[in-house]
C-alpha cells in the first residue's frame, strides 16, 4: 500500500473537497450519505471495496424490530426508557429503509418475526422478550403455535408482525444507485488511512488527501483508535448457508413446499440458528445462520459443518448449499455507540456496536449523525440514547473482554514462538494455514487456488498473532477481529493496513503496529496510521451524480 499526501487530482471529475466525506458504504454510510445529499450538501463516499461488500450486503436481509433476545438484555441492564428508545430508533430506521427501498426500486417483503424456543428450557427467554416488547410500545404476542409447518423444534415464540425481509445485496447496489442519481460521488477501491481533524478535516488515502468540513467514520468498527472502540465493541462472525429446496416454490406460495417458512426466525437458545426464505436470485432459497464466535477464536469449518448437519436433519433433501460469513461488533453495554469521535473536534462521526441489527440500526445512527451535521434537532429516542449512563455492569463486562483479550494474546504469542521453523513446517493442502516462524517471527503459511503463500501473521494493529479462518480462507486476529485475505490484504477490523512482509523483522513489525494506534496521541484530534507491506491495492474508481452542487 502506497500514499501521499498530494491532493487527490488523479481521480477525474471527482472533487478533492466536499461538505461531507463518508468512509464506508455500508448500510450507515449510503444512508447517512443519502439524507446529506436529501438535505443539499455535496457529499464523497470513500470506499476500499464495493458497497456491500461486507455485514451489509452478506447478511440475513432481515429489518426486524423483534430481534432475538435483544430487548430484553437491554432492559436487563438499563431503564425502560432506554429500551424504549432503542426500539423507537429502530423503527424509525426501518421506515427509513422502507421509503429507500421503494425510491431505489429494491423489493421487500413484510413478514412475521419470531425469536422462539427451542424446548421449554428457553420459554423464560422468550416471556422476557415479550415482556420487554410490550414495555418498549411494540406489539409483540406470545404464541405456542406459528403460522408455518416448520419442521424443526418449537417450544413457543414471541411474534411481531409487519418485520422486512429483502436480498441486503440488492438493497446495498440500490442505495448506491440512489445516492449517485442524486448527484453524489461514490469512489470504490480507495482506502482511508489517516484522519486530520482540523479545519478542513484532512482524510489522507491511498489515492491522496482529500478535505471535507464534516467526515462520517462507518467501518463497522472505527477505523481511528481515538476512542478505543475497538475494545469497548467486540467482533463477533457468523456463519450464513444457503440451500435450495427442489419442491420450493415462490416464498409464500402455496407450492412453497412443507417446511419452507415464511416467516423470520431467531432462536433464543441454542444452538443459535436463525431461519428465512427467500428469493434471491431468481431462485427460492432456505437461509440458515448460526455459528456465532469471537473472530479469530474458533474452528470455523467445525462450525459451518455443524450448520449443514442441523439443517439436512430437519430438511433432509435440501441441495449443496452456498456459504458465507459476516462479521458485527458487539457493544460492550448492549446499545450501540452513535455520535462524535473523541478529539474529533467535533468534525468527525461515528457509529459502531449494532449486534448483528445494522439493517436498522444502521439507519438509526444515520438519522442521528446526518441530524448533528445539519444542526437539526435531533430525535427525542436519540437524545435519550446519547445521553445513557455507564453502569458498573458495563465495566464489569469491558474487564471480562479486556481480559479475554489479554489471554488471547499471550496464547498467540506462545504458540507462534512454539511452531516450526518455516523451513520446516509441511506446505498446507489446499484450502489450509498455519502458523510457523523464521527465528522470533511468527509467518502463516496457507494455500488457497494452489497458490501458497507466506505472509507475517502479526496484525498491524496492535501485534496478535493471527489464526487461519479454514472456512473462508483469511487470517484472522483474535484480539479485535481485524481480518485479511491469504496474501495479506486488509478486508475488515480496526487495523488500516495491510499485513506486513514475512521476513520483517519482529520488532519492525511491532513499531509499525505501534505507530498504526499511537498516532492518534501525538496531539489532540490527529489520528494518521501508518501504511505498511503489502501488495499494491486497486486503483480507485469514481461514480459521479449528475451534480455536486447542493
Same mark, same amino acid.
Given at each position: 500500500?502506497?500514499?501521499?499526501?498530494?491532493?487527490?487530482?488523479?481521480?477525474?471529475?471527482?472533487?478533492?473537497?466536499?461538505?461531507?466525506?463518508?468512509?464506508?458504504?455500508?448500510?450507515?454510510?449510503?444512508?447517512?450519505?443519502?439524507?446529506?445529499?436529501?438535505?443539499?450538501?455535496?457529499?464523497?463516499?470513500?470506499?476500499?471495496?464495493?458497497?456491500?461488500?461486507?455485514?451489509?450486503?452478506?447478511?440475513?436481509?432481515?429489518?426486524?424490530?423483534?430481534?432475538?433476545?435483544?430487548?430484553?438484555?437491554?432492559?436487563?441492564?438499563?431503564?425502560?426508557?432506554?429500551?424504549?428508545?432503542?426500539?423507537?430508533?429502530?423503527?424509525?430506521?426501518?421506515?427509513?429503509?422502507?421509503?429507500?427501498?421503494?425510491?431505489?426500486?429494491?423489493?421487500?417483503?413484510?413478514?412475521?418475526?419470531?425469536?422462539?424456543?427451542?424446548?421449554?428450557?428457553?420459554?423464560?427467554?422468550?416471556?422476557?422478550?415479550?415482556?420487554?416488547?410490550?414495555?418498549?410500545?411494540?406489539?409483540?404476542?406470545?404464541?405456542?403455535?406459528?403460522?408455518?409447518?416448520?419442521?424443526?423444534?418449537?417450544?413457543?415464540?414471541a411474534a411481531l408482525d409487519g418485520q422486512l425481509?429483502?436480498?441486503?445485496?440488492?438493497?446495498?447496489?440500490?442505495?448506491?444507485?440512489?445516492?449517485?442519481?442524486?448527484?453524489?460521488?461514490?469512489?470504490?477501491?480507495?482506502?482511508?488511512?489517516?484522519?486530520?481533524?482540523?479545519?478542513?478535516?484532512?482524510?489522507?488515502?491511498?489515492?491522496?488527501?482529500?478535505?471535507? *468540513?464534516?467526515?462520517?467514520?462507518?467501518? /463497522? &468498527?472505527?477505523?481511528?483508535?481515538? =476512542? @478505543?472502540?475497538?475494545?469497548? !465493541?467486540? #467482533?463477533?462472525?457468523?456463519?450464513?448457508?444457503?440451500?435450495?429446496?427442489?419442491?420450493?416454490?415462490?416464498?409464500?406460495?402455496?407450492?412453497?413446499?412443507?417446511?419452507?417458512?415464511?416467516?423470520?426466525?431467531?432462536?433464543?437458545?441454542?444452538?443459535?440458528?436463525?431461519?428465512?426464505?427467500?428469493?434471491?436470485?431468481?431462485?427460492?432459497?432456505?437461509?440458515?445462520?448460526?455459528?456465532?464466535?469471537?473472530?479469530?477464536?474458533?474452528?470455523?469449518?467445525?462450525?459451518?459443518?455443524?450448520?449443514?448437519?442441523?439443517?439436512?436433519?430437519?430438511?433432509?433433501?435440501?441441495?449443496?448449499?452456498?456459504?458465507?460469513?459476516?462479521?458485527?461488533?458487539?457493544?460492550?453495554?448492549?446499545?450501540?455507540?452513535?455520535?462524535?469521535?473523541?478529539? *474529533?473536534?467535533?468534525?468527525?462521526?461515528? /457509529? &459502531?456496536?449494532?449486534?448483528?441489527? =445494522? @439493517?436498522?440500526?444502521?439507519? !438509526?445512527? #444515520?438519522?442521528?449523525?446526518?441530524?448533528e451535521i445539519l444542526g437539526a434537532r435531533r430525535?427525542?429516542?436519540?437524545?435519550?440514547?446519547?445521553?445513557?449512563?455507564?453502569?458498573?455492569?458495563?465495566?464489569?463486562?469491558?474487564?471480562?473482554?479486556?481480559?479475554?483479550?489479554?489471554?488471547?494474546?499471550?496464547?498467540?504469542?506462545?504458540?507462534a514462538l512454539r511452531s516450526p521453523e518455516a523451513?520446516?513446517?509441511?506446505?498446507?493442502?489446499?484450502?489450509?494455514?498455519?502458523?510457523?516462524?523464521?527465528?522470533?517471527?511468527?509467518?502463516?503459511?496457507?494455500?488457497?487456488?494452489?497458490?501458497?503463500?507466506?505472509?507475517?501473521?502479526?496484525?498491524?494493529?496492535?501485534?496478535?498473532?493471527?489464526?487461519?479462518?479454514?472456512?473462508?480462507?483469511?487470517?484472522?486476529?483474535?484480539?479485535?477481529?481485524?481480518?485479511?485475505?491469504?496474501?495479506?490484504?486488509?478486508?475488515?477490523?480496526? !487495523?488500516?493496513?495491510?499485513?506486513?512482509?514475512?521476513?520483517?523483522?519482529?520488532?519492525?513489525?511491532?513499531?509499525?503496529?505501534?505507530?498504526?494506534?499511537?498516532?492518534?496521541?501525538?496531539?489532540?484530534?490527529?489520528?494518521?496510521?501508518?501504511?505498511?507491506?503489502?501488495?499494491?491495492?486497486?486503483?480507485?474508481?469514481?461514480?459521479?451524480?449528475?451534480?455536486?452542487?447542493?
Amino acid at each position: 500500500m502506497t500514499t501521499t499526501d498530494a491532493p487527490a487530482a488523479a481521480l477525474p471529475g471527482v472533487p478533492d473537497h466536499a461538505d461531507v466525506i463518508v468512509v464506508g458504504a455500508g448500510i450507515t454510510g449510503l444512508s447517512t450519505a443519502i439524507m446529506l445529499r436529501d438535505a443539499g450538501r455535496r457529499v464523497i463516499v470513500l470506499e476500499q471495496d464495493v458497497p456491500g461488500a461486507l455485514a451489509s450486503g452478506r447478511n440475513t436481509g432481515k429489518a426486524s424490530l423483534l430481534q432475538g433476545t435483544r430487548l430484553s438484555t437491554i432492559r436487563r441492564h438499563h431503564p425502560a426508557a432506554l429500551v424504549r428508545a432503542y426500539a423507537q430508533a429502530n423503527r424509525a430506521g426501518q421506515d427509513w429503509l422502507r421509503r429507500a427501498c421503494e425510491r431505489a426500486g429494491v423489493g421487500f417483503r413484510e413478514a412475521t418475526a419470531y425469536s422462539y424456543a427451542q424446548s421449554v428450557d428457553g420459554l423464560d427467554a422468550v416471556d422476557a422478550e415479550v415482556r420487554a416488547g410490550r414495555e418498549a410500545g411494540l406489539p409483540v404476542r406470545r404464541v405456542r403455535d406459528v403460522a408455518d409447518d416448520v419442521p424443526f423444534p418449537l417450544a413457543g415464540a414471541a411474534a411481531l408482525d409487519g418485520q422486512l425481509a429483502l436480498d441486503p445485496a440488492e438493497l446495498m447496489r440500490g442505495l448506491a444507485e440512489l445516492f449517485v442519481a442524486s448527484g453524489g460521488d461514490l469512489v470504490t477501491g480507495i482506502r482511508v488511512l489517516g484522519v486530520r481533524a482540523t479545519d478542513p478535516v484532512r482524510v489522507r488515502t491511498s489515492a491522496g488527501v482529500f478535505t471535507a *468540513g464534516s467526515v462520517v467514520i462507518a467501518t /463497522g &468498527t472505527p477505523i481511528l483508535d481515538r =476512542g @478505543l472502540y475497538w475494545a469497548k !465493541a467486540s #467482533g463477533v462472525r457468523s456463519m450464513l448457508v444457503s440451500f435450495e429446496l427442489p419442491s420450493a416454490g415462490p416464498v409464500g406460495s402455496p407450492g412453497a413446499g412443507t417446511g419452507l417458512p415464511d416467516g423470520l426466525y431467531l432462536s433464543v437458545d441454542d444452538p443459535s440458528r436463525s431461519i428465512r426464505s427467500a428469493d434471491w436470485g431468481g431462485r427460492t432459497r432456505l437461509i440458515i445462520g448460526g455459528g456465532d464466535h469471537p473472530t479469530g477464536r474458533a474452528d470455523t469449518a467445525e462450525l459451518l459443518d455443524e450448520i449443514l448437519d442441523w439443517t439436512r436433519a430437519w430438511w433432509p433433501d435440501a441441495g449443496d448449499p452456498d456459504h458465507w460469513a459476516a462479521q458485527d461488533y458487539h457493544s460492550l453495554n448492549t446499545v450501540p455507540f452513535v455520535g462524535r469521535m473523541p478529539r *474529533g473536534r467535533g468534525r468527525v462521526w461515528f /457509529g &459502531t456496536g449494532y449486534g448483528k441489527w =445494522g @439493517l436498522t440500526n444502521g439507519v !438509526a445512527a #444515520g438519522i442521528r449523525i446526518s441530524h448533528e451535521i445539519l444542526g437539526a434537532r435531533r430525535p427525542d429516542w436519540a437524545r435519550t440514547i446519547g445521553t445513557r449512563l455507564t453502569r458498573p455492569a458495563d465495566l464489569a463486562n469491558g474487564a471480562v473482554a479486556g481480559i479475554r483479550t489479554g489471554v488471547a494474546a499471550v496464547q498467540g504469542w506462545v504458540g507462534a514462538l512454539r511452531s516450526p521453523e518455516a523451513e520446516i513446517a509441511p506446505t498446507p493442502p489446499e484450502g489450509a494455514g498455519g502458523i510457523a516462524r523464521r527465528g522470533l517471527r511468527p509467518v502463516g503459511i496457507s494455500t488457497v487456488g494452489g497458490d501458497t503463500c507466506e505472509v507475517s501473521a502479526v496484525c498491524p494493529h496492535l501485534g496478535g498473532v493471527l489464526n487461519w479462518n479454514a472456512a473462508e480462507s483469511t487470517w484472522d486476529c483474535p484480539l479485535h477481529a481485524s481480518r485479511f485475505d491469504h496474501r495479506g490484504r486488509r478486508i475488515e477490523g480496526p !487495523a488500516v493496513a495491510d499485513l506486513a512482509r514475512a521476513d520483517a523483522a519482529p520488532l519492525e513489525v511491532l513499531l509499525r503496529a505501534a505507530r498504526s494506534s499511537a498516532t492518534a496521541e501525538r496531539d489532540a484530534g490527529v489520528e494518521e496510521p501508518a501504511a505498511v507491506g503489502g501488495e499494491a491495492a486497486p486503483g480507485p474508481a469514481a461514480t459521479r451524480g449528475a451534480t455536486t452542487s447542493g
